[in-house]
């Protein structure tokens, strides 16, 4: 359980919500009170859907834990702004929350014979906005200087006026008072696109080098390609750098089991493209980006190209060599940081 019993208990019984006139101002309190309003709207099945969600999320995670796959997927999971008591930017229910939990509770065998130790888990998120729900509930979960169990790093874009507006979106830097190294923040400028996710992915590898995690839950939001209604970034499907091949090294060069979830993404058809093809990447049976899109309902919207790719576009990549040379700096330190708690 992570979620507060009074957000539980609300948020399931949506349906029996009073609607009398007498109720109606309790109810918009209650609404407020639990994030129930403007990107969180009460909609029609609503707490069907978060059982729904949760139960998928943690379902591929037992498949991961159990020993049936290696690679498991949940592509409507990924909802990293929900709250403890509070839905957020969509996310009703904190699944990648609920499952980063359910990891840290695996005992790993020892190959000496010693008792079983816990599970190295490491959170990746590479959507377009903060993880700041996943962020938040283990902020200083490693307390101590004992040997990390997890590790939170969020590749995304934070600016003035971009959702969620909080500080922890900031550049992390692991030495500054108060600073929790296993909580890794990276914004990324506007017009990010391939490059500049290859240079960042160093630093990245380098993290993940330093924990060893047995497991990894990969958040895949779809929001920062081009071609995106929030047009923030330049990010390719395809390509060194891009989000394909950002997966491809997760679930086939890193040897952990790897839960693969879904996120933001708000071109529909670009979002069932990169889907599609990361699944390709986990089956390692990688579809041609040259593929045609099927003839199928929605088969208009996939114009002009009708095929899987989905390519940068024009606009310029604003983060400059300077800031990726710190950002390389700060991802080495928190590396550093990770190996002398690990004791090497």
Not at 81 to 103: I, M, P
């Amino acid at each position: 359980m992570y979620h507060s019993n009074d957000y539980v208990d609300f948020i399931t019984n949506l349906a029996n919500s009073s609607s009398t006139a007498a109720d109606k101002e309790e109810t918009r309190r209650r609404h407020a009170e639990f994030g129930i309003e403007e990107d969180c709207p009460v909609f029609r099945g609503l707490p069907e859907y978060t059982r729904l969600v949760a139960g998928a999320t943690l379902t591929a995670v037992k498949t991961l834990t159990e020993g049936q796959a290696d690679v498991a997927i949940c592509w409507d999971g990924g909802r990293h702004h929900a709250q403890k008591a509070r839905a957020s930017g969509f996310c009703y229910v904190a699944d990648c929350v609920l499952a980063l939990l359910a990891l840290k509770r695996v005992r790993v065998p020892s190959p000496d014979g010693t008792p079983p130790r816990r599970a190295r888990v490491l959170y990746l998120d590479l959507d377009l906005h903060f993880a700041d729900g996943v962020a938040q509930a283990f902020l200083h979960a490693n307390a101590g200087g004992a040997a990390p169990t997890l590790v939170t790093l969020s590749l995304h874009h934070a600016a003035p006026g971009v959702f969620p507006a909080v500080p922890l979106a900031a550049l992390s830097d692991a030495d500054a008072p108060g600073a929790d190294a296993c909580t890794v923040c990276v914004p990324l400028a506007r017009g990010t696109g391939n490059a500049a996710f290859a240079r960042v992915w160093r630093g990245v590898e380098r993290v993940r080098a330093a924990l060893r995690p047995d497991f990894v839950v990969l958040q895949c939001g779809a929001d920062g390609l081009a071609g995106d209604p929030c047009a923030l970034w330049n990010w390719a499907l395809g390509g060194e750098g891009g989000l394909g091949w950002c997966v491809d090294r997760v679930c086939n060069a890193w040897g952990c089991k790897t839960l693969l979830l879904g996120g933001g993404g708000y071109n529909s058809p670009n979002v069932a493209r990169a889907w599609t093809y990361l699944t390709s990447i986990a089956l390692r049976q990688p579809l041609s980006l040259d593929s045609d899109i099927p003839d199928h309902n929605a088969f208009p919207l996939y114009a002009p190209s009708f095929t899987l790719d989905v390519p940068a576009g024009n606009a310029q990549d604003q983060n400059t060599e300077e800031y990726l040379q710190t950002v390389e700096t700060r991802l080495d330190r928190v590396a550093e940081i990770i190996r002398q708690r690990m004791g090497e």
